[in-house]
C-alpha cells in the first residue's frame, strides 16, 4: 500500500483554524476523521497531516488550503459584540456556525470592495450617522429621506416590503445577505458598522415582516457606528448595551411607521380613545406599513394608542409565532439561482458577474464566490440583470 503524503503545513495555522472555528481538539478531530492525539500532535508540530487529512481539517474549519502554509495568521476579524440574544440561549458565546457566518459575510465585502476599486467603480461612504440622544422620530424622518423612501410610494410594497427596504438600502451601498441554515436561537441579524459597504445579515427564518423590522434595527446598527447580533428579548433590558437595542428597536420602528403617518390613518381616527384592538385591526395596519402586527401594536403604545397592560398582554402570542419559526415549513421546490440571488442580494450578484465580464474572474471564481455550480451560472446571469431567457 503507497505511503500517504504528508501536507507540510504551518502547524501555527492549524492550530489557529481550529481556534477560529470555534472547535476543541475532540470536536475537531471527530469531524475530520482522526484521533485527537493526532491532531493535537500536528498543532504542535511533532508530526504532518496526511494530505487527504489536511484537506478534510480545511473543510471542516472552512478555510481555503492555502492559508494553512502561511508563515503567520492573517489579521482576522474580531466577533463583533453580542448585543441581543434570546432569553435561553447562551450570552456572549458565538458558535462555529455564527463566527463562520459574519466571517464569510466579511469576505464577500472584502471582494465586493476590491471589484468595485478594479472595475472603476467608487464606493460611496456610508455617510448618514446619530447619536443616542437623538429623537427616533426625527431620525426615523432622517433614514426615510436619506433611503428615499416617500409614504406613497411604501404604501405600494404591502407583501414586497422586506425586498424593497433592501434595495433602498442596497443602493447606498451597503451590504445585505440572508443567512440559511442557522438557528433563531443563535442570531436573528447582525450589522458590521464599517464606514464602506456595511454588512447587514438577516436570518432567512424569519418571517417577512419580521425580517423587515430587523432589517431596519441592523440599519439603524450602522447608523450609530455599533456593530453587533442580534436576536430577540432586547427590550427586557438584560443584554449587554441595551441602551443601543432600545434605541435601535425604537429608530426602526419610527422610521417603518412614521408617527403622523400611523395618526393620520382611518382605523386609528375611528379608534379614537379605546385601547384595545383586534388581531384584524392590527393585521389591517400591518399590512398598510408592511409590518408586523407586533411593530404596529409597539407604535401604538409609543403614540398613546393602546395600554402597556394590552400591549403585554399580547407578547406571548408574538413570542409563540416567532418560536414557530423554529420549526421550517415545506415547501416546493426553488431553483437554486433563485436561491443564491435572494440570500446574496442582486448588487453582489452582478458584481460578481461584472467581475467575470472584465475578465477580473474566471467563470470557475464566479460559481465559488456564488456558490453554485458552473450549469447554473447562466440563469443566475438573467435572474440578476433581469434578462429575458
Known sequence: MAKSVPAFINPIMLAWARDKARLTPEAAAKAIGIAVEKLLAAERGELQLSFPQFLAAANVYKRAPSLFYLDEAPTDFQPIQDFRKLADAEPSVFTTALTTVIRQAQERRDLALELRQEIGDPVREFSLSADLSEDVEVLGERIRAYLNVPETEQQAWRAKAFESWRAKI????????????????????????????????????????????????????????????????????????????????????????????????????????????????????????????????????????????????????????????????????????????????????????????????????????????????????????????
Not at 345 to 368: E, H, I, K
Open 170 to 389: 442596497e443602493a447606498r451601498d451597503v451590504l445585505v445577505f440572508l443567512v440559511p441554515k442557522l438557528s433563531l436561537l443563535e442570531m436573528r441579524g447582525a450589522a458590521v458598522a464599517d464606514p464602506r459597504m456595511p454588512l447587514i445579515l438577516i436570518n432567512s427564518r424569519d418571517r417577512t415582516n419580521g425580517r423587515t423590522f430587523t432589517l431596519l434595527h441592523e440599519f439603524c446598527h450602522l447608523v450609530v457606528r455599533a456593530s453587533g447580533v442580534s436576536g430577540f428579548g432586547a427590550d427586557e433590558g438584560q443584554a449587554h448595551a441595551a441602551k443601543v437595542e432600545r434605541f435601535c428597536n425604537a429608530a426602526a420602528a419610527a422610521t417603518l411607521v412614521p408617527k403622523e403617518w400611523l395618526l393620520r390613518e382611518n382605523l386609528v381616527v375611528r379608534k379614537g380613545v379605546e385601547k384595545t384592538w383586534d388581531d384584524d385591526e392590527l393585521a389591517a395596519l400591518a399590512a398598510r406599513f408592511g409590518v408586523s402586527r407586533e411593530v404596529v401594536l409597539r407604535r401604538l403604545l409609543t403614540i398613546g394608542r393602546t395600554s402597556k397592560a394590552f400591549y403585554e398582554s399580547r407578547r406571548p402570542v408574538f413570542q409563540k409565532e416567532y418560536d414557530d419559526l423554529e420549526t421550517p415549513s415545506k415547501s416546493a421546490p426553488i431553483p437554486r439561482h433563485t436561491i443564491v440571488l435572494s440570500q446574496l442580494g442582486r448588487p453582489y450578484a452582478q458584481l460578481v458577474l461584472r467581475g467575470y465580464y472584465d475578465r477580473r474572474l474566471t467563470l470557475r471564481d464566479v460559481s465559488n464566490y456564488l456558490n453554485m455550480q458552473v450549469k447554473s451560472v447562466p440563469a443566475m446571469e438573467q435572474a440578476a440583470f433581469g434578462l429575458k431567457g
